[in-house]
């Protein structure tokens, strides 16, 4: 699929605004929009594998099309969620468990670059990443 492959982080668009609306305090946000955030996906068939590198922590998230998992941000926010495929978009339901609000991500390839938007609270934000 053509999520496959290493993505680095390039530009991020009201990224603050949408960690400030989250709750994350200004020192962790100003970390965050420096992270050089770079995700390498690969797919087999309904699995997924992303590997999370940022400054902050490399991790290893394994999930399954339509099937609920839990997973931290790097802030240790605690969300329980899934992942469907809906046209061409990867798209990211999840709950957070301090609170039961919805975070809600989209994955989609755009002019050859992975575009992740995430919606919370109103707030919108982008980070668009390039293929290395």
């Given at each position: 699929m053509a999520f496959d492959g290493s993505w680095k982080v390039d530009r991020s668009n009201d990224y603050d605004?949408?960690?400030?609306k989250m709750g994350i305090n200004k020192a962790k946000r100003?970390?965050?929009?420096?992270?050089n955030l770079k995700l390498t996906i690969t797919q087999e068939g309904n699995k997924f594998t992303v590997k999370e590198s940022s400054v902050f922590r490399t991790v290893n998230i394994v999930f399954e099309l339509g099937v609920t998992f839990n997973y931290s941000l790097a802030d240790g926010t605690e969300l329980t969620g899934v992942w469907n495929i809906e046209g061409n978009k990867l798209v990211g339901k999840f709950t957070r468990a301090d609170n039961g609000k919805e975070l809600l991500v989209v994955r989609e390839i755009s002019g050859g670059e992975l575009i992740q938007t995430y919606t919370y609270e109103g707030v919108q934000a982008t980070r668009v990443f390039k293929k290395e």
């Open positions: 605004k949408l960690m400030e100003v970390v965050a929009a420096h992270d």
